[in-house]
T-cell receptor, first 112, second 114 residues
Framework: GQQLNQSPQSMFIQEGEDVSMNCTSS?????WLWYKQDPGEGPVLLIA?????ELTSNGRLTAQFGITRKDSFLNISASIPSDVGIYFC????????????FGKGTRLHILP | ETGVTQSPTHLIKTRGQQVTLRCSSQ?????VSWYQQALGQGPQFIFQ???????GRGNFPPRFSGLQFPNYSSELNVNALELDDSALYLC?????????????FGPGTRLTVL
């Protein structure tokens, strides 16, 4: 089945630093999604990408849909304490059930 | 906040028991998807319900079943619970009727099987 390889697994950074994480797949997706999950909560959609090559920003977050449709990256600029959490990439097949395939997540820690 | 609610928040069961988890979708949404998230993993698709019918299923055994009601709320039922069923169960609702709809997740139900 489809699998997503998300890296890194975890990151320890200083407040104010930029962050970069990425996701690769053996399969092509029609849509790439980036979610953030805080403890005790469900994933919250940060950015959705619908077109190969698309670069989309949401505040300090920027994500790109790879040209091959098999990869995506997420950048966070000037990190702040509330950025702490787990970030998931996900691919969605525009299909009968639109199921989302998630990566294993990148756990972001911010050092004071 | 997405408007998707789930109950209960936490649940403890023993092996072999049965469990029912509930999800109320966001207003106006007629599609509910269920996911299982094991500790340290990303969510995995269980199945989706669209207008009260199962609309797709992931790689889960038949003891995982579901229902969707006329008001589009949904239940996930798991029979003959196993220890590996311990996980966070998430439901997500979407508008439905068009492929590629954005799915909005609820906070989840944490199930522990002893």
């Amino acid at each position: 089945g489809q699998q997503l390889n998300q890296s890194p697994q975890s990151m320890f950074i200083q407040e104010g630093e930029d962050v970069s994480m990425n996701c690769t797949s053996s399969s092509i997706f029609n849509t790439w999604l980036w979610y953030k999950q805080d403890p005790g909560e469900g994933p919250v959609l940060l950015i959705a990408l619908y077109k190969a090559g698309e670069l989309t920003s949401n505040g300090r977050l920027t994500a790109q849909f790879g040209i091959t449709r098999k990869d995506s990256f997420l950048n966070i600029s000037a990190s702040i304490p509330s950025d702490v959490g787990i970030y998931f990439c996900a691919g969605q097949l525009v299909d009968r059930d639109d199921k989302i395939i998630f990566g294993k997540g990148t756990r972001l820690h911010i050092l004071p | 906040e997405t408007g998707v609610t789930q109950s209960p928040t936490h649940l403890i069961k023993t092996r072999g028991q049965q469990v029912t988890l509930r999800c109320s979708s966001q207003s106006g949404h007629n599609t509910v998807s269920w996911y299982q998230q094991a500790l340290g993993q990303g969510p995995q698709f269980i199945f989706q319900y669209y207008r009260e019918e199962e609309n797709g299923r992931g790689n889960f055994p038949p003891r995982f079943s579901g229902l969707q009601f006329p008001n589009y709320s949904s239940e996930l039922n798991v029979n003959a619970l196993e220890l590996d069923d311990s996980a966070l169960y998430l439901c997500a609702s979407s508008l439905g009727g068009a492929y590629g709809d954005t799915q909005y997740f609820g906070p989840g139900t944490r199930l522990t099987v002893l």
